[in-house]
């Protein structure tokens, strides 16, 4: 397993963006994708490739193309917000959903609904679950338990700005999976939101609030 916290001067930039609270749904929405886009490019900058044999207008040669099917999850609400982002780089992708909500009194995940693609049992399917906010991490670890009940064999997580116990705990309950964070944060405060972070990432994503 791997943490890679992404280390990118246009990821940093864009982080800094949606963390401002002046930044109005329509822009924010847009950062969130584009980090996505970022992420993406760098979680599968190692997805296995095969060697085709395909012909240009001047002659037959041997190239590579992807060699695996990936299945994005994206833990509702707020996750939806960097499907977009990643489909622009991995447009085979299929999509999968997670529904989970944080109960604001403590803090514990409730699952409302579970739509996955057939194919994330596939032993060449890579599944990237995929959820702006990690931070008591219970969500994550719920959406991750969910997905290898389901069969899935190789996982990664995906997130914009996470705590330092999100990653413990998401650490701690699947030490396989690799774990990729656009912005390393400084703690929780007693309500459980992420410090600095951006706020409730779904009501700014969506202008619920
Ligand atoms: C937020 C966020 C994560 C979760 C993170 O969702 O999108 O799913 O909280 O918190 P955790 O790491 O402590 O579990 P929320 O439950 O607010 O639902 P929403 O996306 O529908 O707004
Ligand atoms: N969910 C959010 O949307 N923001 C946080 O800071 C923590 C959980």
Do not use: W
Request: aromatic share 6%; net charge neutral.
């Amino acid at each position: 397993m791997t943490v890679v916290i992404l280390n990118h001067s246009m990821i940093k930039h864009k982080i800094t963006n949606i963390r401002k609270k002046e930044t109005k749904t329509k822009d924010f929405y847009q950062n969130v994708n584009e980090i996505a886009s970022l992420m993406a490019f760098e979680i599968s900058k190692d997805f296995p490739l095969k060697d085709v044999e395909i012909e240009t207008p001047i002659c037959k040669t041997i190239q590579k193309e992807l060699n695996c099917e990936v299945v994005i999850v994206p833990i509702l609400r707020a996750g939806l917000g960097m499907v977009d982002g990643i489909r622009n780089i991995i447009p085979t992708a299929s999509v999968g959903f997670i529904g989970l909500a944080r109960d604001e009194e403590t803090l514990k995940p409730k699952g409302y609904y579970t739509k996955l693609p057939d194919t994330v049992k596939e032993d060449n399917t890579i599944v990237l679950v995929v959820d702006p906010m990690l931070a008591t991490g219970g969500s994550a670890v719920a959406a991750v338990d969910i997905i290898k009940k389901s069969g899935a064999k190789k996982i990664c997580f995906a997130s914009l700005v996470a705590a330092p116990i999100g990653i413990e705990t998401l650490k701690n309950a699947h030490p396989d999976i690799d774990i990729y964070v656009a912005a390393l944060d400084e703690k929780l405060n007693e309500k459980g939101y992420i410090v600095p972070g951006l706020g409730d990432c779904g009501d700014r994503l969506f202008g619920t609030k």
